[in-house]
């Protein structure tokens, strides 16, 4: 900080001083106070002022050098508020208050950002892993018969672990990608089971739909969440039967499989969770459920999922306008 900043700055401050050494000397000259006096008064007040205005002008420059060092120091900025000196003035104490709720709000975005980054780069690698299963199959039928059924049923595969990452990245802007209008649930249910139909085939896996009705919503993301429930039932529940039913805004998907442990079904759609079934038959990334009750989350759809072990697994889902 210069001095011509620093005078500038208290310029108010020193006009008044001025004003009062003025209003002062004319009450001197009134009261009949010899003029020496007055003289002396003066030089005693404009000696002082000046005193002061260069040793307030040294402390608050030394405070600031320890200030722009204390930040120079920091490798993250945003943590100043946390490490600030304590003010020595009601305003100074205003602003530092200020400041310390911008740096804690700062602190947490940082925080959540750097664990959303650790999240993503923990899938990926995950996801690289877990599609590298179904391009050595190709490469293995290729080296083998050759079979062209078997070639796409693991393409669908790698289609689909590819589906699942790339709503993954956009979930953070899923708001821009949603595009709301007026579709029939049967034909999205349709679409899911045609897409999924080599894995559902080889799977032994038979799928019976049942009602219709239409509703205003992304029909992509519709699309997106039955087909992850199918390739769920396509993973672990080989051989079983699978029920989709529409109406009246809500959609039940059950199948008659392995089912889910009741200790576990409240955490099926936490991110990661694997559960029981997918570290027995080491097929899963426990992203799956995590993104569908994200989705249905910001399209406003309540997911409801019950299950008993050995039983039966029915997933609801309810359109909540």
């Known amino acids: 900080m210069k001095i ?3 005078l500038y700055y208290k310029s108010v401050t020193l ?46 420059r ?13 490798e993250d900025k945003y943590l100043l508020g946390e490490v600030l000196p304590k003010p020595s003035s009601i305003l100074e104490k205003q602003y530092f208050e200020a400041i310390k709720v911008i740096s804690r709000s700062a602190v947490g975005i940082a925080e959540k950002e750097r664990r959303q980054k650790e999240e993503y780069c923990e899938y990926v690698e995950s996801w690289i892993h877990e599609i590298k299963t179904p391009l050595t199959a190709c490469s293995l039928i290729l080296a083998n018969d050759g079979d062209i059924r078997k070639i796409r049923r693991e393409l669908k595969r790698a289609d689909n672990l ?54 205003y919503s992304d029909d992509k993301a519709l699309l997106f969440i039955i087909k992850q429930l199918l390739i769920n039932s396509a993973k672990y529940c080989c051989g079983c039967h699978v029920t989709i039913k529409a109406k009246d805004k809500k959609i039940w998907v059950e199948d008659n499989g392995i089912g889910i442990p009741s200790h576990e079904v409240m955490r099926v759609t936490e991110r990661g969770f694997t559960g029981t079934n997918g570290r027995r038959l080491g097929k899963s990334t426990g992203m799956g459920l995590y993104i569908v009750a994200k989705l249905c989350e910001r399209l406003n759809i309540n997911i409801d999922i019950q299950s008993e072990a050995g039983k039966y697994t ?3 889902l309810e359109y909540n306008f």
């Open 4 to 6: 011509r900043e620093y």
């Open 62 to 74: 030394n405070r600031l050098k320890r200030l722009w060092k204390l930040i120079d120091g920091l």
């Open 15 to 60: 006009c008044f001083m001025g004003i009062l050494l003025l209003v002062i000397g004319i009450w001197a000259v009134i009261m009949d106070i010899p003029f020496y006096i007055i003289c002396m008064m003066s030089v005693y007040f404009a000696v002082a002022a000046i005193v002061w205005f260069f040793i307030s002008y040294y402390i608050e």
């Open 162 to 215: 590819t589906e699942s990452i790339l709503y993954y990245a956009r979930m953070r802007t899923a708001e821009k990608d949603v595009q709301i209008k007026e579709f029939s649930v049967r034909d999205i249910l349709d679409k899911a089971v045609k897409s999924q139909m080599e894995l559902l085939i080889a799977a032994g896996i038979s799928v019976e739909i049942d009602g219709d009705f239409k509703v």
């Open 314 to 316: 029915r997933i609801m």
